[in-house]
């Protein structure tokens, strides 16, 4: 079924490092409204905007102290609106970060609830008494460590599954879902256009709290509220008190998810949420637990794709990813430094034909690459910090953590948007809140937008024929050769268009023999100059043509 979210090519902004308008090192709105024409160039026709309520920024905005207003840094509802009309204006809609898994610490609901067993406000969140001396359960936090944290004014714990600052909202209590509803409303009426749904798929916790059975230290109690009892019920809520009343649509964030149980979310009639961002891709590095890390094979990548692919073919829509601000810069993880531009336009090509919706992270579409730093004092993310604490604690050399974290560190993906060669890559006429990378000089919007064969370049040529083709939204999906470690070929077809999409994933030549026969197909889109029939390193092909019979 047609439907505009299908046809969505969403950018995502991470505000506090996309564009300082005042030159106080941090990103703003204003920075994001000097960048619309950017966005209207590169050709993408929505943004996901990461938080800019109000915060104390333990987690950068993940960590929420009013709903219904805008950072002080970022600006104001003034700015946002201008934001939101520029965007309009431009045929781009906006679709905002919603954390309702947990507000702040400094929330005014917990403020109250903290000191004092009476308040209207303890039903809020999961206040209990721990047992001698120890937190009520053994659950622990996505970011290390006991999920509880003890509050000395009531002598009790409370539940925060990220960080301390961070504590859980009881979605059991109908009153905390009158205030979620109101405040999805005060933003759908300010003419937002959707939400993505912060770890949407763990609101529901079972009432009991019971121990987790895990032995391990990370994620131990998640059976107890990974897709929790209510989920859906409450979802349902959502859906018909607000979300079914505006034209708007959702992508919901929803962490250890399988298809199956992505399609009791998803699945179209049904529409609890319109798609969900799944990890399964993301392990093609590691063992499912992201610090835990092996070496990265293209057959898992490819594995992951085509799970998601065929289980959700023509029943859900896929959400297609490679980076947002809690993953490192896909070039260091399947491509190559060596091989930089071929293979970020390899992956942009591999990702974008497949059926779903495209998120593309701000810097992806110029090939920007991991944080350079070597000391932990230059990492700022509150995670990075937890788990080195959290890794000395078990054993692991320094040297062993800043190795892990080199690789993995959130802060990978949030240094400044490399806008220029100028300093601070044009970012910041200030001192940036995290440091640039030193290689904006060669990598920045200004020398991308000037070279006919940049990375931008391919996106754009990308993205315009995502909008002028159908077969690229509608078109079925089929993979060729799935057991090959080196090379990727699918095939989508939608009435009598047909796509052949032909990548190599390696620093290796490789051979290609097309799956059927080619002549009558034009190559629409080639990231090399020369059309061999053997794929040189990291070379991606696209060829459009009448659908075989
Ligand atoms: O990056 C991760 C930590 O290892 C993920 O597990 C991440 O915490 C998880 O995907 C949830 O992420 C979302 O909620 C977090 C916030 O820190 C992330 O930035 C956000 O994307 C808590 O709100
Ligand atoms: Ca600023």
Known sequence: MKRDYKEAIVYQIYPRSFKDSNNDGIGDLRGIIEKLDYLEYLGVNAVWLSPVYKSPLDDNGYDISDYCDILPEYGTLDDFKELIAGMHKRGIKLIMDLVINHTSDEHPWFLAAKKDVNSPYRDYYFFRKGKKRRPPNNWTSFFGGSAWEYNPETDDYYLHLFSRKQPDLNWDNPRVREEIKKILKFWLDLGVDGFRCDVINIISKNPDLPNGKSFLPILRGKEHYLNGPNIHEYLRELKNDVFAHYDMFTVGEAVMITPEIALSYIEEGRDELNMVFQFDHMAADNYYIKWFLRKYKPKRLKAAMRKWQSALSGRGWNSLYLENHDQPRSVNRFGSLQYRAESAKM???????????????????????????????????????????????????????????????????????????????????????????????????????????????????????????????????????????????????????????????????????????????????????????ELLPYQAKVYYGKAPK
């Open 347 to 533: 992956l942009a090509a591999y990702l974008l034909f497949q059926q779903g919706t495209p998120f593309i992270y701000q810097g992806q579409e110029i090939g920007m690459t991991n944080a350079h730093f070597t000391s932990l004092s230059q990492y700022r993310d509150v995670e990075t910090h937890n788990i080195y604490k959290l890794g000395r604690k078990l054993g692991f050399t320094h040297k062993r953590m800043m190795k892990k974290i080199k690789y993995m560190s959130r802060d990978n993906a949030r240094t400044p948007m490399q806008w220029s060669g100028a300093e601070n890559a044009g970012f910041t006429e200030g001192d940036p809140w995290i440091e640039v990378n030193p290689n904006h000089k060669e990598i920045n919007v200004e020398s991308s937008i000037k070279d006919p064969d940049s990375i931008l370049q391919f996106y754009r040529r990308i993205i315009a024929i995502r909008k002028e083709y159908p077969v690229c939204v509608y078109g079925s999906y089929r993979e060729y050769y799935p057991r090959s470690d080196k090379i990727a070929v699918y095939e989508r077809r939608y009435q009598d268009d047909c796509l052949l999409v032909a990548v190599n994933m390696t620093g290796k030549k490789a051979s290609f023999k097309p799956p059927f026969d080619l002549s009558g197909f034009r190559l629409i889109l080639n990231n090399y100059a020369k059309d061999a029939l």
